[in-house]
């Protein structure tokens, strides 16, 4: 078992539409947990970290399931500019980050 | 301010030759990563140094590939005898600090090094 997992998706949506991803972690040790962004062919960016109380920017929501083991990103009235690659990021064995392989969005008019 | 630079941004070689890759992370960051990510996949953990500590090395593929830190500050990755196999995007990225007690900090990432292997 990988020790993040996402589905790769593509998630193709309209403009205005609400998206969510999930993520599922192996290690239950993890203590960080993080959404990344990545454009195509470009360097990943972190798009915002993920709280136990969960937590919210503007159209974006991250909310973290210690006992499932899984943390979601929710995506708001979808823009064109949200198309992208969403990486999960988990701090797995040895302190390391762990990224997924990615959730590809495709926002379409 | 200046974020985390590689050089160079493209690079072809072709099999059996050395490359070497090179990272300048953010001024003050003790933490630095390499990763790489072939076409279409996620990103494959390399190697990460931290301060003065020995660096993890767990992630590198096979003994063709090595790095080091000079100074705590900037970062070499040679893989030698490049194979095809090699071929992708090598990222480095640098945080404050990590360390087994605290959560990790943010990883900010360079603009990457695409290496193509003929």
């Known amino acids: 078992r990988k020790e993040v997992e996402q589905d790769p998706g593509p998630f193709n949506v309209p403009e205005g539409a609400t998206v969510a991803f999930n993520c599922t972690y192996s290690?239950?040790?993890?203590?960080?947990f993080f959404w990344y962004r990545q454009d195509c062919r470009k360097e990943p960016k972190l798009l915002m970290s993920?709280?136990?109380s969960g937590n919210e920017d503007g159209r974006f929501t991250a909310q973290l399931n210690r006992a499932s083991q899984y943390i979601s990103l929710l995506i708001r009235d979808s823009k064109l500019s949200d198309s992208a690659t969403y990486l999960c990021?988990?701090?797995?064995?040895?302190?390391?980050?762990?990224f997924g392989a990615g959730t590809i969005l495709r926002v379409k008019s | 301010g200046a974020g985390v630079s590689q050089s160079p941004s493209n690079k072809v070689t072709e099999k059996g030759k050395d490359v070497e890759l090179r990272c300048d992370p953010i001024s003050g960051h003790t933490a630095l990563y390499w990763y790489r990510q072939s076409l279409g996949q996620g990103l494959e953990f390399l190697i990460y140094f931290q301060g003065n500590s020995a660096p993890d090395k767990s992630g590198l593929p096979s003994d063709r590939f090595s790095a080091e830190r000079t100074g705590g500050s900037v970062s070499t990755l040679t893989i030698q005898r490049t194979q095809q196999e090699d071929s992708a995007v090598y990222l480095c990225a640098s945080s404050l600090t990590n360390n087994d007690r605290d959560p990790q900090d943010t990883q900010y990432f360079g603009p990457g090094t695409r290496l193509t292997v003929l």
């Open positions: 290690n239950s040790a993890s203590q960080s």
């Open positions: 993920v709280y136990s």
């Open positions: 990021v988990v701090n797995g064995y040895g302190n390391k980050l762990v």
